[in-house]
């Protein structure tokens, strides 16, 4: 079985930066995909991003473009979440996932996930204004 212990949330404010980190037992990398997700109170579930391990691919959806990345430590078995420029609507719990999927047309780009997604506990970040 997947496990999944994310990491790293906090409060910050507006402009500033934060790391997560989800360590990832049970999970091959360099075989599957693995990402982030996050819910915002009275929102729903959006999908961040996602790493595809076997070829490094790193897909974001739109609303964090150019300001958050992914990235892994395969070694660690351990699969980071870079966030910066951080906005009060970024405040949310965030989640890291197994089998992320990207879904993209011409206009769009959005992270989803699959029947066998596997999910952590989450953590929460919280930026002021």
């Known amino acids: 079985e997947v496990q999944l212990q994310a990491s790293g949330g906090g409060l910050v404010q507006a402009g500033g930066s934060l790391r997560l980190s989800c360590v990832a037992s049970?999970?091959?990398?360099?075989?599957?995909?693995i990402g982030w997700f996050r819910q915002a109170p009275g929102k729903e579930r959006e999908g961040v991003a996602c790493?595809?391990?076997?070829?490094?691919?790193?897909y974001y959806g739109d609303s964090v473009k150019g300001r958050f990345g992914i990235f892994s430590d395969n070694a660690k078995n351990t699969v980071y979440l870079r966030m910066s420029n951080l906005r009060p609507e970024d405040t949310a719990v965030y989640y890291c996932?197994?089998?992320?999927?990207?879904?993209?047309?011409?206009?769009?780009?959005?992270?989803?996930?699959?029947?066998?997604?596997?999910w952590g506990r989450g953590t929460l970040v919280t930026v002021s204004s």
């Open positions: 996932a197994t089998n992320c999927r990207v879904v993209a047309d011409r206009s769009r780009t959005s992270i989803a996930t699959r029947p066998s997604t596997s």
């Open positions: 049970g999970f091959i990398f360099d075989t599957g995909a």
């Open positions: 790493l595809d391990t076997s070829d490094n691919g790193a």
